[in-house]
């Protein structure tokens, strides 16, 4: 079995969760790497830390804004000329695309949202969590080359000694391949620490009932020094930025304290923030799920209870 990973990178930094995926593919094998951008037969040697024995390098400036056909075509042209049996991805906007797209170039079945893989006597068997996350099933390929997209986090990156040989790869786009153009980037600008890193999280639901009342979380996230986290369902009603959402979907957290304003406890919530330490919910329907794993709970309006809160807290932090 013979694995190449898609290793993302965005201005010369190769992005941790394409790092995990190359250490668990070098583990189980012979593993290759893919580096697509400006700049990034420098980044070969680092790619090797990781894993890949070669690192196929489509060193292109043009190639950095993060659009995914050209991707494919690299992808493709590597693995026709490699003979690569399995191609794996970690998951991300571009990751997706990329995989998404590769699977049609080459007509290959590509396993989504799997949480680990493993050999078992010989065969390539991926777990896919099912059930809202409460168990795994296993999942394989009728054909290759196998594809597989990883969900964030699932493996750690781990270094091991390679140096990784660059090859160079020459590439006939497709034409439509270069026709999409990024026209502009923002970069979101974070005040405090991030959700992944805080001790402290003030997420907050649709029950603060209108997106500028957002500031109640994050006037209660400052005072507490924490960072404010967001429910899918806001997320997705364009109240809070995706960056923010905690859950099955968003980003697994397990902070010291969680506090939860506004919010049902659905189980897809639940399973990215049930290990945090002590979990506070402030609801106004003694029914609400998240009242059955919350340690400490308030039934009441995120309105009243909130702003007194952040007031008795400023209080404790002055005096
Ligand atoms: C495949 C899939 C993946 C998903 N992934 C995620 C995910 O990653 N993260 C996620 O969060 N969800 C996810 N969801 C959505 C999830 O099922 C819920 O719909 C969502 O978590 C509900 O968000 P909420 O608690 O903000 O809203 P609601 O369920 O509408 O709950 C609002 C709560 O606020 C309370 N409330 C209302 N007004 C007040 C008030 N004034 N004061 C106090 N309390 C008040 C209500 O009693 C209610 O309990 C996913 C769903 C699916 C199907």
Do not use: C
């Amino acid at each position: 079995m013979t694995f190449l990973v898609f290793v993302e990178q965005h201005g010369g930094e190769l992005q941790k969760g394409s790092l995990g995926v190359l250490s668990k593919a070098a583990s189980l094998g012979e593993t290759d790497a893919v580096l697509v951008g400006g700049g990034v037969s420098a980044l070969a040697a680092e790619a090797g830390r990781y894993g890949a024995a070669k690192v196929y390098v489509a060193e292109d400036d043009s190639l950095d804004p993060a659009l995914p056909q050209a991707r494919v075509d690299v992808l493709a042209r590597v693995v026709a000329d490699g003979g690569h049996d399995t191609v794996l991805f970690a998951n991300s906007v571009l990751g997706a695309d990329v995989a998404a797209g590769l699977a049609a170039r080459l007509d290959a079945g590509l396993n989504w949202d799997l949480a680990d893989v493993e050999l078992r006597d010989g065969v390539l068997v991926g777990k896919r969590p099912a059930l809202q996350d409460s168990v795994l099933v296993d999942v394989g390929w009728r054909s290759a080359p196998r594809l597989a997209l990883f969900r964030a986090g699932s493996f750690d990156p781990a270094e091991r000694a390679g140096e990784g040989q660059a090859v160079e790869v020459s590439v006939d786009y497709e034409q439509h391949s270069r026709a999409a153009k990024v026209v502009g980037q923002e970069q979101e600008t974070a005040g405090g620490p991030s959700i992944e890193d805080a001790d402290i999280i003030v997420a907050g639901g649709r029950g603060l009932g209108a997106p500028e009342n957002f500031t109640l979380a994050e006037e209660l996230a400052q005072a507490l020094g924490g960072a404010v986290g967001a429910t899918r369902a806001v997320v997705d009603a364009g109240w809070y930025p995706y960056s923010a959402q905690i859950g099955q979907t968003g980003k697994t957290v397990s902070p010291k304290l969680y506090v939860a304003l506004g919010i049902s406890g659905a189980i897809q919530h639940k399973v990215g923030m049930q290990s945090s330490g002590v979990i506070v919910a402030v609801n106004k329907d003694p029914n609400a799920p998240i009242f059955e794993f919350a340690d400490l709970g308030v039934v009441g309006d995120v309105h009243a209870v909130v702003p007194k809160l952040t007031e008795l807290v400023k209080q404790r932090k002055s005096s």
